[in-house]
């Protein structure tokens, strides 16, 4: 398609970037800033497709336009490798829909919960699609991904698997008038009760026999935390359930009980969790006992000062699992979350006992794996216990990390046991 568009002979919105500020683009990489743009041609509104030239004028992608955010443009249509550049229209994005729940397909056995669609990730910017049994949570922090909210909600209602399907409009970069109800529906029935799933237990997970193969968990779609759950830690959940048994286990940053109940499924001697969120800690009760499993210590507490506590009180335990929440959300704030991650990752080694593991996660992206690892080993340093990795964590396959968007990986985790 050329500048003149198919309706009517109106000119396409475009962005004419200046001189030298295609490089981005080029590798493939989807966020435009306003600094990178010379000109905007013709009155796009808010999620409308504009076409993205260079100063010279060479159609270099489609992109939905999103004005008031740092990021003024969000592609959805690169040169494909004939050169063209698709239109971004109902067929591309129902396309790309089927593409991504497709990848998602060997998970089934496994699981019904699964994030369906992750953004940049599967192509279609600003977009997530969890799913959570027989509801998909939609969540679209772009105006490009909610010019598309028609087609999603059809699309993800015909789905054999989906009954319901809802929307969280409560993250960043929305403005929510007060009042607002953080979730709509916006195709099917929707109760508005608990939504209940499941997880195949790893082979080798010490299990009495009574429980069967899969544990659950109450999620609450309408007001908890990311849509509800951290699916993206499903895989350390399986290895903390295979790891347990026998082990006194520390939960910090327990949310809903993921972990707690993966240890004390693998038969943890003992499991204690620590968070901030009483109505957390709540649920993670409930999942506990749902699951036919011996009570936690739940305790509601800031984990910075509790586990001072525990230090002052000689406390060890056996297994420690740090997962706090996005301690960085830009790079400014990269140094003081590495002395926050520091802090915790040096009481946990305080209080590890010897031949003991810990699994420390960051969720945030600006930290990166290295850097992170470089902020272990000065706690276990200044700890003075010696930490071997046994193994590294990080995103599932349903969170994948797109190459030409670095941005896309986030979750990193150690698996460390202290030596001697
Ligand atoms: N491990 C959890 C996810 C943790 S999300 C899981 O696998 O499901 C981060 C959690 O940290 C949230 O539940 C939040 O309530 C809690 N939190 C944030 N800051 C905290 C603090 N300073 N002390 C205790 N809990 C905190």
């Known amino acids: 398609m050329g500048p003149m568009g198919p309706m009517g002979g109106h000119a396409e919105p475009t962005l004419v970037l200046r001189a030298g500020r295609d490089r981005s683009l080029r590798r493939r990489h989807p966020w435009i800033f ?21 100063a010279t004028g060479e159609l270099l992608a489609r992109a939905s336009f999103e004005p008031g955010s740092g990021i003024l443009a969000r592609v959805w249509a690169f040169g494909d490798p004939d050169g063209a550049v698709p239109a971004v229209d109902d067929e591309l994005v129902a396309a790309r829909l089927e593409a991504a729940v497709g990848a998602r397909a060997p998970l089934d056995a496994r699981t019904d919960a699964v994030r369906w669609v992750h953004a940049e990730s599967d192509l279609l910017p600003g977009l997530v699609v969890d799913r959570y049994g027989p509801v998909a949570v939609c969540h679209m922090t772009c105006a490009g991904a909610g010019a598309h909210r028609n087609l999603v909600a059809r699309w993800l209602a015909a789905r054999p698997e989906i009954g319901a399907v809802v929307e969280r409009t409560d993250r960043a970069g929305r403005r929510r008038p007060t009042g607002t109800p953080a979730l709509r529906v916006l195709a099917g029935e929707w109760s508005g009760g608990p939504v209940i799933i499941h997880e195949a237990v790893p082979p080798g997970a010490p299990s009495d026999g009574e429980r069967g193969d899969r544990w659950t968990f109450e999620v609450d779609v309408a007001s908890g935390q990311k849509t509800g759950f951290y699916l993206d830690q499903r895989d350390s959940r399986r290895l903390v359930a295979t790891v347990a048994e026998g082990r006194r286990v520390l939960d910090l940053f327990g949310y809903t009980g993921g972990f707690a109940v993966a240890a004390a499924w693998g038969g943890a001697a003992e499991v204690t969790t620590v968070d901030s969120s009483a109505p957390a800690q709540a649920l993670a009760a409930t999942n506990l006992a749902a699951n036919g499993l011996p009570p936690a210590r739940l305790v509601a507490a800031d984990v910075f000062t509790d586990l ?50 810990l699994l420390t996660f960051s969720c945030s992206g600006a930290v990166d794996p290295g850097l992170f690892q470089k902020v272990v080993f000065g706690a276990a340093l200044d700890a003075r216990v010696d930490l071997q ?27 460390c046991r202290r030596a001697g």
């Open 308 to 357: 001072r506590a525990r230090r002052d009180a000689g406390e060890t335990y056996d297994l420690i699992v740090v997962d706090p929440p996005k301690l960085a959300h830009a790079e400014a704030e990269v140094r003081r979350a590495t002395r926050a991650y520091k802090d915790l990752n040096w009481l946990a080694c305080r209080l590890l006992a010897p031949g003991g593991l």
């Open 389 to 415: 990795v046994v193994g590294r964590l990080g995103q599932p396959a349903d969170h994948p990390v797109l190459l030409s968007v670095p941005e896309t990986e986030y979750l990193k985790g150690l698996v």
């Open 34 to 54: 306003a600094g990178a743009v010379a000109d905007v041609v013709g009155a796009p509104e808010p999620g409308d497709v504009v076409a993205v030239r260079s």
